[in-house]
């Protein structure tokens, strides 16, 4: 169970696991006929840059199943990623769904969320359900509503219940690891690219933004994180957004992110007063990527944004602590440069108490100026 971060986590999983395999040893895998295939259940509640991550999985799936009903269950804060996708014929939300950012593993294994999940893919009555999170309230509940093929992730916690199970080396993206699944249902092409589609109006409304802010020699800069493991200290983002428009007149910066990312950009307001776009809480998440699409470049943190900005083609710099395993969680892209701190503190990951997080702070603004002032 290396994908289990917390030791103790993953030994329990794995001996949970063990015991699963040779109580339910009469849970065979299943064969699938595609002819009898009319709907595909996807399951998803997951944060906003790991479903991004999953979109190349959906694309292969519905190109596996060209005439079957994909229906994908996803949670209030990560079904705009999917809003738009041609290769989703409904997308359904899953109102009690827990939070993956907040919750513990117990979380996912409340037997009122069970029974409510259970209930609500028995509405659905699909013939495949696809657990593309690794998540044991969706396998639980997949199989208490008899859904005849169910489909997940090998080494996850209850994958005995499955009948369909997708392994995966060690070492690989996360995106690779979802994909996995459309592997293991017999996809042979290529991975493709993670995408977001976004609508006309979407376009429309950047496109003034652009303009009435007069936003054409601009860069990206995404200053949260969500954690202080992977938050590069607020003040090296002033220290670069200086270097950066000292080094072009007319050069600006748009900043993006949630609400809650406010106090970060408010200090920096403070310190820089000409060049800043504040668009911190302006935009969703679609529209960033719109707007990201028109940009010079892209600064951030080990989030959602960055993996968007590596997908659409623009010099991406990343920062990273080697905490979170960067060969599986680093953007991916041409043009992505991924700056590691140095090992300064055994980093406690997400429970690190450090704020800034000495290995992140070892990422000097330097560094990141060398890469951005050619961008």
């Known amino acids: 169970m290396p994908d289990y971060?917390?030791?103790?986590?993953?030994?329990?999983?794995?001996?949970?696991?063990?015991?699963?395999?040779?109580?339910?040893?009469?849970?065979?895998p299943k064969k699938i006929d595609k002819e009898k295939i009319k709907s595909i259940l996807?399951?998803?509640?997951?944060?906003?840059?790991?479903?991004?991550?999953?979109?190349?999985?959906?694309?292969?799936?519905?190109?596996?199943?060209?005439?079957?009903?994909?229906?994908?269950?996803?949670?209030?804060?990560?079904?705009?990623?999917l809003l738009e996708n041609p290769n989703i014929?409904?997308?359904?939300?899953?109102?009690?769904?827990?939070?993956?950012?907040?919750?513990?593993?117990?979380?996912?294994?409340?037997?009122?969320?069970?029974?409510?999940?259970?209930?609500?893919?028995?509405?659905?009555?699909?013939?495949?359900?696809?657990?593309?999170?690794?998540?044991?309230?969706?396998?639980?509940a997949g199989f208490l509503a008899r859904v005849p093929v169910r489909v997940g992730f090998k080494r996850k916690l209850l994958s005995f219940l499955l009948?369909?199970?997708?392994?995966?080396?060690?070492?690989?993206?996360?995106s690779e690891i979802y994909f996995s699944i459309a592997k293991s249902l017999g996809f042979k092409g290529e991975m493709p690219?993670?995408?977001?589609?976004?609508?006309?109006?979407?376009?429309?409304?950047?496109?003034?933004?652009?303009k009435n802010n007069n936003l054409k020699d601009f860069l990206v800069f995404h200053l949260g994180s969500g954690r202080s493991y992977r938050q590069w200290p607020t003040d090296y983002?002033?220290?670069?957004?200086?270097?950066?428009?000292?080094?072009?007149?007319?050069?600006?910066?748009?900043?993006?992110?949630?609400?809650?990312?406010?106090?970060?950009?408010?200090?920096?307001?403070?310190?820089?007063k000409v060049g800043i776009?504040?668009?911190?809480?302006?935009?969703?998440?679609?529209?960033?990527?719109?707007?990201?699409?028109?940009?010079?470049?892209?600064v951030g943190n080990e989030s959602a944004p960055a993996h968007l900005a590596g997908s659409l083609g623009i010099p991406t710099i990343m920062f990273m602590n080697e905490w979170s395993g960067i060969n599986r969680w680093k953007a991916l892209g041409e043009r992505v440069y991924i700056l590691k701190g140095e090992k300064r503190h055994r980093c406690a990951g997400i429970k690190c108490t450090k704020n800034p997080c000495p290995n992140m702070a070892s990422i000097s603004v330097e560094e990141a100026f060398k890469i951005a002032k050619n961008f």
């Open 89 to 140: 014929d409904e997308l359904k939300i899953c109102e009690h769904a827990p939070n993956v950012q907040k919750e513990s593993m117990l979380g996912f294994l409340n037997k009122e969320r069970i029974s409510n999940l259970k209930n609500e893919i028995k509405k659905i009555s699909p013939d495949i359900i696809v657990d593309l999170q690794g998540n044991p309230l969706n396998v639980i």
């Open 163 to 174: 009948n369909k199970r997708a392994s995966y080396p060690n070492v690989i993206h996360q």
């Open 5 to 28: 971060n917390n030791w103790l986590l993953r030994t329990t999983a794995l001996f949970i696991n063990a015991i699963g395999f040779v109580l339910f040893f009469w849970i065979f």
């Open 193 to 210: 690219k993670s995408k977001i589609f976004i609508t006309r109006e979407i376009e429309e409304k950047i496109r003034k933004i652009l």
């Open 277 to 298: 776009v504040n668009l911190v809480g302006v935009l969703d998440v679609r529209e960033a990527y719109s707007l990201m699409s028109f940009a010079r470049g892209f």
């Open 42 to 81: 996807i399951t998803k509640f997951d944060r906003i840059g790991d479903t991004f991550l999953a979109t190349p999985t959906i694309e292969a799936l519905r190109k596996l199943f060209p005439h079957v009903r994909i229906i994908f269950l996803a949670a209030l804060w990560n079904k705009d990623i």
């Open 237 to 272: 983002f002033i220290s670069l957004a200086k270097k950066l428009l000292s080094q072009k007149p007319d050069r600006k910066i748009a900043i993006i992110g949630s609400r809650d990312d406010l106090h970060l950009v408010n200090h920096l307001l403070d310190k820089i």
